[in-house]
Structure formats: C-alpha cells, structure tokens
C-alpha cells in the first residue's frame, strides 16, 4: 500500500492541536492511516504551511449534497458537475436532512477518531 506523508506548522485533530513535528499519514485515497512523529516518518514528508484539518473538507462543503452520493459520475470536470446538481437535487427535504445527519455523524466521527 502506498502512504503519502505530511506536515505542516500545525495539525487539528478535532479535539486538538498536535506538536509541530506531527506528521499525517495517508493512503493513496486519502484516508488517514496514522499520526506519528516526524523522526519516524522517513524523508519524503510534504512540508505546508498553514494548517492541516484532517475531515474538515467532506464535514464542509459537501455535507450539503450528501443525498447525491453517488448519483453523479466522478472525474467529469467542473461543468457536468454542476450541470447534475442543478438538475438532480430535488430531493424530500426530510430524504436532504437525513443524509446530511448521517455524513456529518460519519464526518465528525472520523475527526475525533485521529
């Protein structure tokens, strides 16, 4: 399994920010495998500046269209996207609340979970 490795001047867990020489690990899908210092983590960690907010991306911006899991095909460009929102959103509102609740248990979950 490949693992991409990164650090930047601070890391948040969801509960906490962690020490400078934290070091986030992920597998090629971007999922957090592990946290470990930056002594273990080899010589190919990509250094950021800012802060590193593993699942605060998907707890964001998409907890809006969560009832659109995968109804639109992936890696179709900008356009087709916003094309399938437009026309494939109408959903019940309780269908839109339930799925919105259900991704940000998940989302919240994974963050605390590091």
Known sequence: MQFYTFQADQIF????????????????????????DESDAGDEIQKFKGVITPGFINCHCHLELSHMKGLIPEKTGLIDFVFSVVTQRHFVEEEILQAISIARKRCCKMALSL
């Open 13 to 36: 867990t969801g509960k906490e920010m962690l020490p400078t020489t934290a070091v986030l690990i992920c597998n090629k899908q971007g999922i957090v495998y592990d946290i470990i």
